[in-house]
């Protein structure tokens, strides 16, 4: 007979952790239903016992991915306002879930010259402060209480599993493997952290560009990403994250989006190649925003992003610096090692650190 379930105070609280489920002999995956609930739900609580939220203080932030779910669904229960700043690539089905829960939602219609839309978003964001008489911004991208978050997650891991050895992860806002990590190496500081990005994104020294695979990767350096953290970084694209998805889905019945299938692409990797060791991969959300693109093979062909596992490289292409990435599937030593002090990274320019979040 299966264990008898505890009680929740609300959905938000009983999502919060992820299940820990075994993927292979020495890998296991820690599959959340919506990974972003965790800082979201930390931050605002933080807020209120720091005395930040007053009766009539509006929460303000910017986002096109599951952090502003995640707000919204805390922020409905806590019987508070939301107002989101956005961009088109914000899908349909999210905006009427967002508006849905009693959020505002506000679409910058073009991108800044420096930053893309995240930037513009940005500046969207100060000029509605700027009109509130009260407002919190929870700032996922520069607010320490996103990787602080996450200890709770590296005590779930420690308390089942042991010694962690290796945890890949995707990275936006690098809240969850910074925190992760960190909380992890306090016990076992042999712990080697993947990070798992995407082409043309600034996070790991690549010249910004157009992103196909959303939800990682960044067009602006936030201020919770520690380079020191990292062992390695993997670059992979579109097509392969994708399929690596499907491949999740239909061997393990994993149905997670596509930021999930980029990590188990690395993660797998790296675990059968390391059998005696113990690798943990990080999968951020479901799958359900992304039936009719990932989930679709007409949509993939449509879009060129059509590819069978078996099309797929077998192993990453290792690099010498970041500016030789090819668009497939990467791999580089970052070696815990400061972004300025890593060869090869285009050059960081003044006030292009996110403080507030944008993804």
Known sequence: MPAPTRTYESITEALLLPKLIRLGPNFYGAS???????????????????????????????????????????????????????????????????????????????????GGFQEARLRRLAEIRAELPDSFCPEQYGNPDNPASYRVVAELLADQLGTVDCLVGPVGSGG?????????????????????????????????????????GNSLWPANLDYTVFDEVHWCSAAEAFSATRELHARHALFQGPTSGAAY????????????????????????????????????????????????????????????????????????RGYDDVPGTITRFAGTAIAGSAS
């Open 32 to 114: 959340f239903t919506l990974m972003k609930l965790l800082p979201a739900c930390h931050i605002l609580q933080r807020a209120e016992e720091r005395g930040e939220l007053g009766p009539d203080t509006v929460i303000v932030e910017t986002t096109s991915g599951t952090f502003g779910l995640a707000l919204a669904m805390q922020t409905t229960l806590m019987g508070r306002q939301l107002i989101l700043v956005s961009d088109p690539a914000i899908d349909d089905n999210l905006y009427r879930r967002l508006t849905d829960l009693g959020a505002r939602v506000e679409i910058c219609p073009e991108p800044a010259e420096i």
């Open 265 to 336: 692409l690395v993660a797998k990797w790296w675990a059968e190649r390391n059998p005696d060791r113990t690798c943990v991969v990080m999968l951020p959300d479901e799958g359900y925003r992304y039936q009719a693109s990932v989930y679709d093979d007409a949509w993939l062909a449509e879009q060129g992003l059509l590819l069978t596992p078996a099309e797929r490289p077998a192993e990453p292409l290792v690099i010498e610096a970041p500016e030789k990435a090819e668009d497939r599937w990467t791999r580089f030593a970052w070696d815990r």
């Open 176 to 216: 969850s493997m910074c925190g992760t990590t960190r909380a992890l190496r306090e016990h076992s500081p042999q712990t080697r952290a993947i990070g798992v990005d995407s082409h043309r994104s600034v996070l790991f020294g690549q010249p910004d560009g157009p992103r196909q695979l959303r939800g990682i």
